[in-house]
């Protein structure tokens, strides 16, 4: 098993700075972090970093020996390319510019996008065109900055399996635009996740390792918080399936820190998710003929 490990900045304990966030991914044994630019004040300020706040992450890099290669980019929950207010629709481009610049700044290569058109509002025509256009202009922006945006399959219907990422792929061709499958998301809509993740093995840049509960009649799933191994997702069929398909990438388990939780029972309980995780890939990365 070569596939590097990766945990998400929001699982970490909260108190923690960057500096101690990224120890802390050292000290557990993980290969990277995955940062959070999502809608909340504190992390949209990040966006704005002078250069001198930078090189401080920079230097954390650099200390700890782990590395930032991926940013999971939610703050378009707030401000969305599918909005129907043009004001919005300034501001989720500028967001997207400024996370384009911060990328280069700290060694991101790759910046997960939500595949939303809209969030908070209803979608319907006129919401998925403006996405359209606003992905067009994001992806000229990535272009010039050698930046890959990578949509990842979401827990809303717009996008949430692979097929119908390709659609929008096939009307915006690029080099730059990539998917970045959710392998919860993908299951907990019914997907025939095979089949889904052999469509898109030449597009993946990434796999976000979830677990979730079923969308079904009357119940909208559950899309996280669910513990590994308490939900529906068939790690043992996706990591196979993934190892036939030759997939070399990077697994970056999503999990959120529990609210109140301290310190050291936050780490012990993404070691037990880690150690369940780690468990299944090298049981399928075996399993392959």
Known sequence: MDNLIGIYEKALPESYDINEKLECTARLGFDFME???DESDDRLERLYYNSGQTEEIRNA????GIQIPTMCLSAHRKYPF???DPAVRSKALEIMDRAISLACDIGIRV??????DIYYEASGPDTRAYFMEGLREALKIAARKQIILA????????????????EVYNKIPSPWLAVYPDLGNLTAWGNDVEHELALGIDRIVGIHVKETLPVSPGFPGQFRDVPFG???????LCFKTLKCL???GPFLIEMWNVKGSSPRDTEMTILEAKDFIVSKIKKAYHSCN
């Open 230 to 236: 308490r939900g529906t997702v068939d790690f043992d």
């Open 61 to 64: 890099i650099w200390a700890s």
């Open 246 to 248: 030759d997939y070399h």
């Open 82 to 84: 599918g909005s129907r």
């Open 35 to 37: 940062l959070s630019i």
């Open 151 to 166: 949509v990842e399959i979401m827990d809303t219907s717009f996008i949430n399996s692979i097929t119908r990422f390709m």
């Open 111 to 116: 910046i997960q996008l939500a595949g939303y």
